[in-house]
């Protein structure tokens, strides 16, 4: 069922990138804004934030908007918006709902859940970080795969993260994926993560939690994920 989820998303992320006759950046993925229906079939929701991205331009200079643990850090530092911020967001999300953790921006913990999988790949121990309430009950090889794409989607570079299509083929597909580069760590300090003040970001709109009113019959997946 995360697994289907995960894909889902994949999906509706890509078409807003490439094959929506407006291309669309999100700008706020986060667990609280995908929604699922009767049968858990992930709809994306909440384009308050979205941004129009015209075909000519390769990147946008914007006061920075979204959800601290969700945002990547050439985002959050610079305000530069391409689709790749969309696309860390969506590996946060996806690492999120397999782990059942959140990015918990006020934790006191210093690991943050990045850092956490991170530390369980480089040990060839990823299927230890899956959600301890499914008590091993899945296939270890979905699990490294998964988390491995969460990894590649979150890593530091943006020109490193694959964009939504490759995500969503690398997750359907049994090719091989390829190894991801380490993380940033944005939640060992999420409330200053880079030791700057965001008030350099006037216009900036940052939500620390993750709330919305979901349309019925819809739920959310954050709210679902305690019971998945």
């Not at 999988?117 to 979905?142: H, K």
Request: hydrophobic share 40%; net charge negative.
């Amino acid at each position: 069922m995360r697994y289907n989820i995960i894909v889902g998303t994949a999906e509706g992320l890509a078409y807003l990138h490439e094959e929506s006759r407006l291309r669309i950046i999100h700008r706020d993925i986060k667990l609280s804004n995908v929604l699922l229906d009767e049968n858990f079939t992930a709809k994306i929701a909440d384009f308050g934030l979205a941004r129009l991205f015209p075909e000519d331009r390769t990147h946008l200079s914007t006061g920075i908007a979204g959800t601290l643990g969700y945002m990547a850090p050439e985002y959050l530092v610079r305000g530069q918006l391409t689709e790749k911020v969309d696309v860390y967001s969506f590996g946060v999300l996806l690492i999120e709902l397999f782990c059942g953790k959140r990015s918990n921006p006020k934790s006191q913990d210093p690991l943050s859940i990045l850092q956490m999988v991170w530390n369980y790949y480089n040990s060839n121990r990823l299927p230890e970080a899956v959600d301890p309430i499914l008590s091993g009950q899945f296939r270890a090889e979905v699990a490294i795969r998964v988390l491995q794409i969460g990894l590649l989607c979150t890593q530091a570079s943006a020109e490193l993260r694959p964009s939504m299509s490759v995500v969503a083929k690398m997750l359907t597909d049994d090719g091989p994926v390829p190894p991801p580069s380490q993380p940033p760590f944005l939640n060992s300090n999420a409330e200053n993560p880079f030791g700057r003040s965001s008030s350099r970001h006037g216009s900036s709109s940052i939500s620390s939690g993750n709330s919305m009113t979901e349309p019925a019959p819809f739920l959310d997946v954050g709210w679902c994920l305690t019971s998945l």
